[in-house]
């Protein structure tokens, strides 16, 4: 694909991002995951990881206020949701959802995580991503190594047959990263979205029905 045909196929998410009213067009890379794999199926208690400035807040909302009407008849309906997004950058608020500043791998998260959910969690989301500071083999590694928090927070706090969406970088120890993510779950699925740049090295990696 030329490099000019890639521009206009980014600027065209772009301007769909605008007109829906979401913060960045990443919110498409999340709606793509859910019309997939359906990671949303019976989610209330949401925890979001590296949320500024917002879009998945506002996709995950919106999917949860629908599963309150979807599942209201059924036997595992709800009262309610529970939404927290956490970012070392402020986030302008978003309705009903918990907003916390904070670095997601520090101890101390562990109790807003407490306090705020009563039960364990549906789904855990994270398209947080270091910041890059240039050389791209320490990126890539730093990057895996948050993915390693992450799956800390997965194995304490996500719930049996919960979900996952998680980003990481391609390259060096990707491979042990997913093998590790493999055990925790049944199935592990891994996407480049298709809103995702195309030179960028970002994949998603989806785990679904924790054991
Ligand atoms: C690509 S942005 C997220 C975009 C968001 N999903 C949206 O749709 O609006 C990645 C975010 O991860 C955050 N982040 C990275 N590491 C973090 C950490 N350890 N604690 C909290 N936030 C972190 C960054 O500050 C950045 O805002």
């Known amino acids: 694909m030329s490099d000019n045909h890639h521009f206009h196929k980014k600027e065209a ?7 829906n009213g979401y913060r960045a067009r990443s919110a498409y890379k999340l709606l793509d995951i ?3 794999y359906n990671i949303f199926k019976r989610a209330f208690c949401i925890l979001d990881l590296g949320s500024a400035p917002g879009s998945w807040l506002q996709v995950a909302k919106k999917i949860a206020e629908d599963n309150l009407e979807k599942y209201k008849d059924q036997y595992y309906h709800r009262e309610d949701y529970k939404i927290m ?11 009903n959802v918990k907003i916390i500043k904070m670095d997601f791998t520090k101890p101390e ?10 039960d364990k969690l549906d789904l855990i989301l994270s398209d947080a991503s ?10 890539q590694l730093r990057q895996i ?14 719930k049996y047959k919960g979900n996952l969406v998680m980003k990481a970088f391609q390259g060096s120890d990707f491979d042990k990263l997913t093998k ?12 480049k979205p298709q ?17």
């Open 34 to 36: 859910q019309k997939r």
């Open 195 to 211: 809103s995702s740049k195309k030179k960028s090295n970002e994949i998603y990696l989806i785990g679904l029905q924790k054991k």
């Open 109 to 118: 998260f562990n109790n807003e995580i407490e306090s705020f959910f009563q």
């Open 130 to 139: 270091i910041s890059k500071i240039g050389n791209k083999f320490t990126d």
């Open 180 to 191: 590790n993510i493999k055990t925790e779950f049944k199935i592990l699925k891994i996407l």
């Open 85 to 95: 997004g956490v970012d070392i950058k402020s986030i302008t608020p978003v309705e």
């Open 145 to 158: 190594n948050l993915c390693y928090d992450i799956l800390t927070l997965v194995q304490k706090y996500l």
């Open 13 to 19: 998410y772009y301007k769909r991002a605008k007109n």
